[in-house]
Nanobody, 122 residues
Framework: QVQLVESGGGLVQAGGSLRLSCAAS????????VCWFRQAPGKELEFVAY????????AYADSVKGRFTISRDNSKNTVYLQLNSLKPEDTAVYYC???????????????WGQGTQVTVSS
């Protein structure tokens, strides 16, 4: 059974930092591309960051570029998202997703975590 489990969310003041983790099990993790998406209340799911199966390629939404960093440790079956200089508009549920296609949209991802809440206060 494939599982993706996010952790690391919480409440932080604007300007603060968090590190999210996405731990995978039940799949050959280093075959999979991974994305982080987020969904704010009343808004659609949006792309945040992407990392290729080997970690050599990354991509970011313009809204987080220069503030967030995605990385992975395939020996630990884990992907990380470092969130720095957080803003209130970063408040959302953050989801990690794994898929075999190089995609930046949710439709390309087969496996999803349950999400972790990030709340940034002003």
């Amino acid at each position: 059974q494939v599982q993706l489990v996010e952790s690391g969310g919480g409440l932080v003041q604007a300007g603060g930092s968090l590190r999210l983790s996405c731990a995978a099990s039940g799949l050959t993790f280093n075959n999979y591309h991974v994305c982080w998406f987020r969904q704010a209340p009343g808004k659609e799911l949006e792309f945040v960051a992407y990392i290729s199966w080997g970690g050599s390629r990354t991509a970011y939404a313009d809204s987080v570029k220069g503030r967030f960093t995605i990385s992975r440790d395939n020996s630990k079956n884990t992907v990380y998202l470092q969130l720095n200089s957080l803003k209130p508009e970063d408040t959302a549920v953050y989801y990690c997703a794994a898929g075999l296609l190089l995609e930046l949209t949710p439709r390309g991802y087969t496996y999803w975590g349950q999400g972790t809440q990030v709340t940034v206060s002003s």
